[in-house]
């Protein structure tokens, strides 16, 4: 596939890849376009990143060591979203730090 072809299916894909790090959104690509790479590597960032949130929700409910585990791991998830979003938005495939080696287990 020539270069250009590839840039201009990034280009038109950076929607549903932003939508990937928009919490439960995630599921929009992941039905979509998963067997698309460039989507599908960030929808299933998205996905894990999502687990990652739902796991820090039901922290939150432990009184004290919860709400502060579960309160400095949402300042890593925003990060890691505005990360993955600005990424999409550059058209790189970029792998999430920690989180991202069991997005590349994911495998449908």
Aim: aromatic share 10%.
């Amino acid at each position: 596939m020539p270069k250009e072809t590839k840039e201009l299916q990034i280009d038109v894909n950076k929607g549903l890849g932003v939508l990937s790090y928009v919490w439960i959104l995630c599921f929009v690509p992941l039905l979509l376009k998963r067997k698309d790479k460039f989507v599908g590597h960030h929808a299933r960032q998205g996905l894990v990143l999502f687990i990652f949130e739902v796991i820090l929700m039901v922290l939150g409910v432990i009184p004290l060591l919860g709400l502060l585990l579960a309160f400095v791991g949402w300042i890593i998830a925003v990060i890691l979203a505005l990360s993955g979003i600005t990424n999409v938005l550059a058209g790189k495939i970029w792998r999430m730090p920690i989180l991202g080696k069991y997005a590349d287990k994911l495998r449908f």
